[in-house]
């Protein structure tokens, strides 16, 4: 099927199953150990129900939304996901073009296949720059003032990270970086002859932020390999203060589950917190982005902003995060399917789809305006009629 006639997430998924190769497809859909917690941030928020509102005019609907100083046409970024370009040539530039064009956010990640300065000239300006602190405290100076320079305004910390969880089925699948092909895999690789076409003709694999251009690039064979090298496992609130010295743009924290490390990230100069357990790509058995969600809205009260991050994979999702509290959602496996599906094209295909369903549900749900939009907008678990 061809991604044009994905009628939601879900189709979109599945013609990137179709058109990756196992390992690759493993990579961006998988999760930590038993991937509980990556099935939860889904599932919590499939369990929630909406109190529809009746007799309410809503001829007219709005979702446009403002965060961390810049103007949203929906209530969306889509988030850091390292490693685009495996999915699709120049796949960071996609997304940034695709954002652009949707007038949605984009926050690029440390890990990206191409360079802030490339996504400046070829993507969009008005980006965020998601940060791994580096063992190297001058390349992390660097980065940041990189970034800054290129035109990002809002510097995303992200803080769960010391060490890369357990991905099994990365193991299973074999999952390289760059996928390597051999007597294991030749067969699955060969069956995705358009992927392997675009990959072979594309850019050189590298991690546009941190390879050495002059150099040859990293013989890796695990992401664990990258993040031992590249990330300091010692990080601490100490460190936040520092950047938040040196960065004079926003500050957002991203990977936080609880309220008392909302609260500090505040004290310490964040502008923004963002609730989330890496996609359940980390320490499995954590609570869905969901479930933390309320507590940390709660304890920040009206202080901050607040961004959920975990689970999107509808509309009508979105509306419910921003009725638990949340600000705006970050997108992530999402739009990767949908660059998987079709580049830019299927990106735009991915807002497009979410964007819609946002503006269905408003409309059903009874109201208009997501800035309206509370806790008495889900019906509640104790309530309810059985």
Aim: net charge positive; aromatic share 6%; glycine share 10%.
């Amino acid at each position: 099927m061809h991604f044009t006639k994905a009628v939601n997430i879900a189709g979109l998924r599945e013609i990137a199953r179709r058109k990756l190769p196992r390992s690759v497809f493993g990579f961006i859909d998988g999760g930590a150990h038993d991937e509980r917690t990556l099935r939860d941030n889904e599932a919590d928020l499939a369990r929630l129900r909406f109190a529809p509102r009746v007799m309410v005019d809503v001829s007219q609907r709005k979702q446009s939304v403002e965060v961390l100083g810049e103007s949203l046409s929906s209530p969306m970024i889509l988030g850091p996901t390292g490693l685009a370009g495996l999915l699709w040539p120049e796949g960071d530039l996609h997304i940034a073009r695709a954002t652009a064009t949707a007038g949605v956010g984009f926050c690029q990640s440390t890990n990206s296949n191409c360079s802030i300065e490339q996504l400046a000239r070829h993507g969009r300006k008005d980006f965020w720059f998601q940060l791994y602190i580096q063992k190297d405290r001058g390349m992390t100076d660097a980065l940041i003032q990189r970034a800054w320079d290129a035109g990002s305004r809002v510097l995303v910390v992200t803080v769960d990270l010391p060490l890369q969880g357990p991905r099994e089925r990365d193991i299973r699948n074999g999952f390289t970086v760059p996928p390597r092909i051999g007597f294991d895999n030749i067969f699955d690789y060969a069956s995705k002859l358009g992927w392997l076409l675009r990959l072979a003709s594309g850019p050189r694999f590298t991690f546009g932020n941190l390879d050495n251009p002059e150099a040859p690039a990293q013989k890796l064979v695990s992401l664990a390999q990258h993040i031992s090298a590249s990330f300091d496992a010692s990080v601490n609130w100490k460190d936040l203060e520092w950047l938040r010295q040196r960065w004079q743009g926003r500050i957002a924290v991203k990977g936080i589950l609880r309220a008392d490390d909302a609260v500090r990230a505040m004290s310490h100069g964040a502008d923004a917190v963002m609730v989330s357990n890496h996609g359940g790509r980390q320490l499995d058995g954590v609570p869905s982005a969901a479930a933390a969600l309320p507590a940390i809205v709660d304890a920040v009260n009206g202080k901050m902003q607040v961004l959920m991050d975990g689970g999107i994979r509808r509309g009508s999702d979105v509306v419910k995060a921003l009725a638990l509290g949340a600000d705006a959602c970050l997108i992530g496996r999402a739009g990767l399917y949908g660059l998987a599906s079709g580049g830019q094209a299927g990106v735009e295909k991915a807002i497009a789809l979410l964007k819609k369903e946002i503006d269905i549900t408003l409309a059903l749900l009874g109201v208009p305006d997501v800035a309206d939009l509370d806790r008495s907008a889900l019906f509640e678990e104790r309530k309810r009629e059985l």
